[in-house]
């Protein structure tokens, strides 16, 4: 019994043990389980999928926004491809609830800031590879993806207020959502309490005295209603979910303040005899007064309106001032002027005000004007003209102070102070600067550049108002010369289809007049308006083929002996000058001429520089960024370019022309060279190792110049006039003529002097056949090749054959030439050295000497020896070097002896012939050589 005792004892503790250990091993479970069921239930929020598709689209709209106050147009074109895919994915929500306005805002915007952007060229250049690439490609999508929003665009901007920056939620939408929320919440923990009971439930059946219901519910109540101690350390120690940040721990520290809105106040009722006459005005609404012109009562005068002149004057320039708002001023006070008839003159003066107020606009003056400003300017321009040209007696006075004007008593001469040749170039420079800053390939450079016909109209009345009141010499000079500067770069097509065009009479009327001006009568501003009228000429008459006068005019006028001295803009128009000369001389076949007036452009490699068409990508390391800055202050407008391309390729093909028969006549002299430029392009086509078919300009010209090495004129002519760009080239079928004339000649002259050498006697009908020539024209060129001294040969009337004479050099003969000529100049450098008493020593004081080959020069026993100031001795010195310098003249003069005996063998050798021999045995010759006793004689240097 005591044993059975014993065992149930055991049982019961054993039992009891387990029942004591049950809920410590179960507890930790079910109390880690409800703190991570409550911090999901605290974070989890349900959102209708409009709310999640416009929270997607707003973050777009915010990253946009951000990129663009940056400028990083990488993260903008980002932000915008995120935009569009939201857009894409919102289509259902869109189309129950419509376009957001912040959407057309965002899209309306970027394509704002795009063309802006776009159309600064300054910052375009500064953008880095990845943005720029990024831009053109966000203004193409921009542009196509905005079609489908036309609409909403042109509203937006009508009524910009209307539409948010943001899209802007509902707070019913999120009442109801989170009232949802915690609906769910709820029922996602009753089903999660209701599982857990079931699970002790399955654990009890299966045996085992866990804890019963009423203790698991009060445990889980014991939990729920835990204290704010109790989270922050929670019972079983800490766990993952204590650390983890909240989100909505931020909520709970700073809690939301509403905004209170602010309170309307009711406008009180004026009911006592004192507040009659007064008007009542809310706190929140700002009542915005426009100050008067003039005070009220005021009476307005000729004075009063002088000062208020003077007062809007004294404005221009000031930092801060709303320019627009002064040129609206000017022109209201115009308006008041001609309300109470204050006289021509007065208004005439706002009118002058109102264009110096229009140039101020811009606060910058390498900046140009905004297009509407500019039409606003001719607008004004046109309205004062328009009031001088109907009343003579008004007139302008450069220089006249303020108190000497006379706008009202009109027994004296009416006169204002000013002048309108001054507004006429500010236009003018205006109108440069604008088409300067325009893209040249677009519609809006087309619409400015039919500006030009107006300003050339006012030009043209403005220089009828000068006469008629009889200018000054300088003033007349510097309006005709504005009207030659837009006539001297168009071309006359009139004329050149054989019409009377009488661009040719209206430029020499013009330059002929500021020819004529006498030296008194001018300023010293005279000397440059004279030399740009000339060189304005000078184009002109090279722009339409008239080469003998353009030609004659640049020589007798000496211009490049001081051009410079001049300013930079007049360099720019000689630079394009000499330019069209060259060309004018191309086109007229003076290839000579041509290559001369063009190698100083072309072989500096800075044409774009030069001629002030662009900044070369190549040199953007030698200059900073203010230089860059002002030389595209210099640029002049695209319609007045030249082609540079075309320039370059006229260059090259007059270089080929000529330096292809000097490589044949000079084989062996390498250093002789006509263009270096040609001979680049040559040394650049020989390290390709791929040959093909020519596609480029350089390459066409390179197979042209090979072919005519080879005297191949068919291909050479085939290959170098099958280039497009030929048919820029005005008059381009007599261009091409000439080119072709051209080639045939240059392929003889090459083929003469590469195989005269392998021929006798050659008949002028085998080379008429050859390259194409009459008779006449072979004759001719050989005449003159022989005339020159180029060719060794004559004519033999009676077989009319070619005779040719072998006087020209083997190459051994050219090469020992060559050795000659350079031991005679190191020679020559020795005995400077050695009368300068320079030293040549090695390590220690030792003098060092130089050796020479025993019969160096085919004569003499034994070395040669130079010695040195230092241990030098008679014999081997001085003598020795004088003996060697001798012989080398010796060896010099029997070269030209030996060139006169090859003379006069082609002239017909006989024994009294310059060279013969005498009896005895020595060469007779006036230059020197060895005479009847084999004494040597030498000239003395």
Known sequence: STQSTGGDSSDESSSSESEAEMPVARAPVRQYASILEESDDEKRVVRSSKDKRFSEINEAIKAIRNAKKIKDISKVFEGFNSLCSTYTKSQNVIAKNGTPKAFIRCVADLETFVLAVWEDKEQRSKLNKINSKALGALKQNVRKFNKAFETDIEEYRKNPDNYEEVIEEDESDNDDDLETAKDSAKQAKKSRTSSSRAFDEDDDEAGGDGMSDDDSDDMWNESDDSSSSDDEMPAIGYTAAYFLKKKDDDKKER???????????????????????????????????????????????????????????????????????????????????????????????????????????????????????????????????????????????????????????????????????????????????????????????????????????????IKAELATRKASNNEMCRIYLREIEHLYYKVDYSAEKGGTGNSKAKMDELCKFIYRIESSDHSGDLDRIRTRAMLCHIYHHALHNRWSEARDLMLMSHLQHGISHADIPTKILHNRTMVQLGLCAFRNGYIQHAHTTLNEIQSSQKSKELLAQGLSTQRMSERNLEQEKIEKQRQIPFHMHINLELLEYSYLTCAMLLEVPHMAAHQFEQRRKLSRTFHQQLRNAEKNPLIGPPDS???????????????????????????????????????????????????????????????????????????????????????????????????????????????????????????????????????????????????????????????????????????????????????????????????????????DRSNAGNAGYNGRSRGGYNNAGGYNNNSGGYNNNTQYTSRVY
Not at 407 to 433: H, Q, W, Y
Not at 835 to 856: D, E, K, M, V
Not at 881 to 893: E, L, V
Request: include cysteine; hydrophobic fraction near 35%.
């Open 255 to 461: 809690p939301e303040r509403k905004k209170k809105a602010p309170k309307q106040q009711q406008p009180r009722t004026s009911t006592s005899k004192e507040d009659e006459g007064w008007t009542t005005v809310s706190g929140v609404e700002k009542v915005a007064k426009e100050k008067p012109l003039f005070e009220e009562g005021t009476e307005i005068t000729v004075d009063v309106v002088n000062q208020k002149i003077a007062e809007l004057s004294s404005i221009r320039g000031r930092r801060g001032a709303n320019r627009k708002k002064n040129i609206e001023t000017f022109e209201l006070l115009t308006e008041t002027c001609y309300k109470e008839n204050l006289g021509i003159p007065v208004v005439a003066k706002c009118l002058y005000y109102t264009c110096l107020a229009i140039f101020d606009y811009n606060p910058s003056m390498s900046a140009c004007m905004v297009v509407d400003i500019w039409v606003q300017l001719l607008v004004t321009l046109d309205k004062l003209l328009t009031l001088l040209e109907g009343h003579r007696e008004v007139h302008f006075v450069e220089g006249l102070p303020d108190e000497e004007e006379n706008l009202e008593n009109p027994e004296k001469p009416l006169t204002v102070a000013g002048s309108i040749l001054v507004i006429m170039e500010r236009a003018d420079d205006e109108f440069t600067k604008l088409l300067r800053n325009l893209d040249p390939h677009g519609t809006e450079y087309v619409q400015r550049l039919s500006d030009e016909a107006k300003l050339c109209v006012v030009i043209l009345r």
């Open 697 to 899: 300009m350089r390459e066409h010209l390179v197979a042209s110049a090979k072919a005519m090495m080879k005297a191949d004129w068919k291909t050479c002519a085939d290959t170098l006039l099958a280039h497009k760009i030929w048919n820029l080239m005005p008059n381009a079928e007599d261009v091409k003529a000439m080119l072709k004339q051209k080639i045939k000649e240059e392929s003889l002259r090459t083929y003469m002097f590469t195989y005269s050498a392998c021929y006798d006697s050659i008949s002028p009908m085998v080379l008429s056949r050859m390259f194409d020539l009459s008779n006449k024209q072979i004759h001719a060129l050989i005449s003159k090749m022989i005339l020159n001294d180029e060719l060794k040969a004559s004519w033999d009337k009676p077989t009319d054959l070619l005779i040719l004479h072998r006087a020209e050099s083997s190459k051994l003969q050219s090469l020992a030439k060559q050795t000659a000529d350079k031991l005679t100049h190191v020679m020559d450098n020795t005995e400077k050295m050695l009368g300068q008493g320079t030293t040549f020593t090695s390590r220690g004081n030792a003098a060092a000497s130089l050796t020479w080959p025993n019969n160096i020069f085919g004569a003499g026993n034994g070395s040669l020896q130079m010695g040195f100031p230092i241990g030098m001795s008679g014999d081997s010195s001085r003598g020795g070097h004088r003996n060697y310098q001798d012989r080398s003249r010796n060896y010099q003069d029997r070269n030209r002896n030996y060139q």
